[in-house]
């Protein structure tokens, strides 16, 4: 199993503003992604997360908004950029495992205001 | 359009009822998972499943893959209202990495 540590848990920012969500893991993993989940929704894949080079990002999200670092095997951060009300969601990191298994973090949950 | 349809959307029953949660792609997976997600969590994995045709149970819960693996079902004997939550499925694709999640169905379980 992954043990999967996500912060902030929550937090409340103003518009125009930048945030950095970090996401540490207990064991080294190969593969971390970041999801977002917006109100009443299900998830949707914003990136790949890898070392040592640029992230892999899914159709519809930048690099210049979301940025995201891996710097090694356990650790990634994630920044949402310029937020607008419309970034208020849940932002998930998951690892997969050596074993295919897929974990979650808790989620960082943001409101923009 | 979403990789994978989860149906229904929404599903409210009585306790002791049972209830199947569906989840269709006309693409083919290497491995589906079931994820349940309560308010203010992440999603927890129930269960993975690689095979065709594979049949898995956790307690109440009946999962099955499709023998084309391209479908899953979760099935709920004598739902509780501790089952209340949002069932996601999600499947990782041959030659990819990445994980696709449907749209969930949202469950609620009445006392």
């Known amino acids: 199993s992954a043990v999967i540590s996500q912060k902030p848990s929550r937090d409340i920012c103003q518009r125009g503003t930048s945030l950095t969500i970090q996401c540490q893991v207990d064991?080294?993993?190969?593969?971390m992604f970041w999801y977002r989940q917006q109100p009443g929704q299900s998830l949707t894949l914003i990136a790949t997360a890898n070392q040592g080079s640029e992230a892999t990002y899914e159709s519809g999200f930048v690099i210049d908004k979301f940025p995201i670092s891996r710097p090694n095997l356990t650790f990634s951060t994630l920044t949402v950029s310029n937020m607008s009300p419309e970034d208020s969601s849940i932002y998930l990191c998951s690892v997969r495992t050596p074993g295919n298994t897929i974990y979650f973090g808790e989620g960082s949950w943001l409101t923009v205001v | 359009t979403q990789l994978l349809e989860q149906s229904p959307q929404f599903l409210s029953i009585q306790e002791g009822e049972n209830l199947t949660v569906y989840c269709n792609s006309s693409s083919v997976f290497s491995s589906l998972q079931w994820y349940r997600q309560e308010p203010g969590e992440g999603p927890v994995l129930l269960v993975t499943v690689v095979t065709g045709g594979e049949v898995k149970k956790l307690k109440r819960l009946t999962f099955q893959f499709g023998d084309a693996r391209k479908d899953s079902s979760l099935h709920i004997t004598a739902a509780q209202p501790g089952d209340t939550g949002l069932y996601l499925c999600a499947g990782v694709r041959n030659n990819n990495n990445d994980m696709r999640f449907g749209a969930g169905t949202r469950l609620t379980v009445k006392p």
């Open positions: 064991s080294q993993v190969t593969m």
